[in-house]
């Protein structure tokens, strides 16, 4: 919820509460006289009809706006923990860099691009694009990428790692240069 639907929230409450107020004295006859003056003031004084027309159209708008806001859960950014000393929190993107350093040590990959997504559900997951050289076998070249960067997050964070998906976008020929020719 952003800084103005907190404001508009605040006021809705504020004008909500206070007609309730006013129906409340109204239900339980307090004041009558007072009120049946007020009553017939505002349908006599035609600023009294307007400032309850507009009164009446913010609380009707503002309705319609709660009723259409939408709860977004907000996004995890971190990853928490508990032990005997207090809180731990790593970010997510440490657990980016980490398989990202660990991919780009790999011999035959580049273009690395490694997201990590938490889910209570299916565990952790890194989905990682690379780009690979054409001068290895692709699949046992994924499956080193996996056990390494498995192996390399679990032990630096502590955290089990579910699933790691590969995706290679490209393979790349390396081309031998030409020898050069020697100019005497």
């Not at 006289?33 to 503002?62: E, F, G, H």
């Not at 994924?142 to 579910?162: C, D, L, M």
């Amino acid at each position: 919820m952003n800084a103005f639907d907190r404001l508009a929230l605040k006021l809705y409450a504020a004008l909500v509460l206070i007609l309730m107020l006013a129906f409340l004295i109204i239900g339980l006859g307090l004041f009558e006289t007072r009120v049946y003056d007020m009553i017939s003031y505002i349908y006599q004084s035609m600023t009294a009809k307007i400032i309850v027309l507009v009164v009446d159209a913010v609380l009707l708008l503002l309705s319609l706006r709660f009723l259409w806001i939408r709860h977004r859960p907000r996004p995890v950014t971190a990853l928490a923990g508990r032990n005997e000393y207090g809180e731990t929190r790593i970010a997510l993107t440490t657990f980016e860099q980490l398989a990202s350093r660990t991919v780009q040590k790999i011999p035959g990959t580049h273009d690395v691009d490694v997201h990590f997504k938490p889910s209570e559900v299916d565990g952790y997951t890194f989905y990682i694009k690379i780009g690979v050289d054409g001068e290895q076998n692709i699949p046992q070249l994924i499956e080193r990428i996996q056990k390494e960067v498995k192996e390399k997050v679990e032990s630096i964070t502590g955290v089990e790692i579910a699933q790691i998906s590969v995706l290679v976008h490209e393979s790349r020929q390396t081309l031998e240069a030409p020898p050069r020719r020697r100019v005497e």
